[in-house]
């Protein structure tokens, strides 16, 4: 587990004070996860933040009748952070599902005790709340981009700017995503490449 953490210290800026390094070595586990692997189960209530070492996991949002929809993608590289926002901030049980879609190591971090150490750290909060801006940025480009554009164009779309979610996720998740069937992900992915 060493290598796990020191490989999620070499994903991080470095910072000046090297309390930081302290204060989150014992506030985080490293947890290795296979596929499938449900890191925030629906109606959870637990307040940790996650970080992706490595892998890929999806959200999906569980509606009323049961049914699972992806909304987000996350990997060592894109919006590697996630955590269940409504319990955060509407201290409301999940409405979410958090999953592994391959073998993956995340960092799980005790949010409430991290986050009184960080309004303490201004370089540390810089930080935060630049990954937090660039998530909201992010899933704001894919939400108007969805709304406003046909699925044919959206797919181009997302190709142009995030090809790399179609080697890393299954179809399944990526036509959730899109709000489409996979068998019409896949038509238009062939009349994409024709």
């Keep these: 587990m060493q290598n796990y953490y020191e490989k999620l210290i070499g994903l991080l800026p470095k ?5 930081f ?10 947890e290795v996860v296979e596929k499938g692997h449900c ?35 996350h990997t060592e ?15 409301k049980h999940s409405c979410y599902e958090v999953r592994a879609t391959e073998h993956t190591v995340v960092a799980v971090i005790d949010f409430e005790y991290f986050y009184q150490y960080i309004l303490q ?6 930080f935060y709340t630049h990954a937090t801006e660039q998530l909201f940025l992010i899933t704001e480009q894919l939400r108007n981009n969805q709304l406003t554009l046909t ?5 181009e779309w997302l190709y142009e700017h995030f090809a790399f979610l179609f080697g890393r996720f299954p179809a399944q998740n990526i036509a959730s995503f899109m709000g ?6 896949s038509k238009l992915k062939a009349k994409l490449f024709s």
């Design 21 to 30: 390094y302290d204060i989150l070595s014992q506030c985080t586990e490293i």
């Design 39 to 73: 890191l925030i189960n629906f109606q959870s209530s637990a307040k940790k933040l996650f970080m992706v070492i490595e892998g890929a996991v999806i959200t999906d949002f569980v509606g009323s009748n049961g049914e699972k929809r992806t909304i987000m993608f």
């Design 15 to 19: 910072f000046e004070n090297k309390e």
């Design 77 to 91: 590289q894109f919006c590697p952070f996630f955590k269940s926002y409504d319990v955060f901030f509407q201290h």
């Design 180 to 185: 489409i069937t996979p068998v019409w992900l």
């Design 121 to 126: 750290d201004i370089e540390v909060l810089r």
């Design 151 to 155: 699925s044919e164009e959206y797919l």
